[in-house]
């Protein structure tokens, strides 16, 4: 697979035009970088399952049907700590929590004690 330490979701290689090398991100390609090369961007994609060459694209599916990045849950982006409001769903209790204050309960506490 192409995983590296950069991009662990990822399980494709890419191709740039401007070594003819494949490496599994770009931020491997910079630091393999050693002739001081100007670099491009990839133009090439290979599957980490099937290996088949493909042109550069964001989806995130192969020709043979296997998924190049795992897919991020619908409310949490990737453990980043912020909530998407907008892709949770309606009952989900969190996604209207808070909505209504007018300040927050500690907020209020420390100014309280003012």
Known sequence: HGVCKHYAKSFR???FPCCGRAFPCDVCHEEANDDGHE??????????FCGKEQPYSTGDKCECGARLTKSRSSHWEGG???RDHTNMSRGD????????KTQSAK???????K
Do not use: H, T
Request: proline share 0%; net charge positive; hydrophobic share 30%.
């Open 107 to 113: 907020s209020s506490k420390k100014s309280d004690k």
């Open 39 to 48: 670099m491009l961007w990839a133009n090439k994609m290979i599957c980490g």
């Open 13 to 15: 290689w890419l191709r």
């Open 93 to 100: 209790s969190r996604k209207y929590r808070g909505m209504n």
């Open 80 to 82: 980043a700590g912020c």
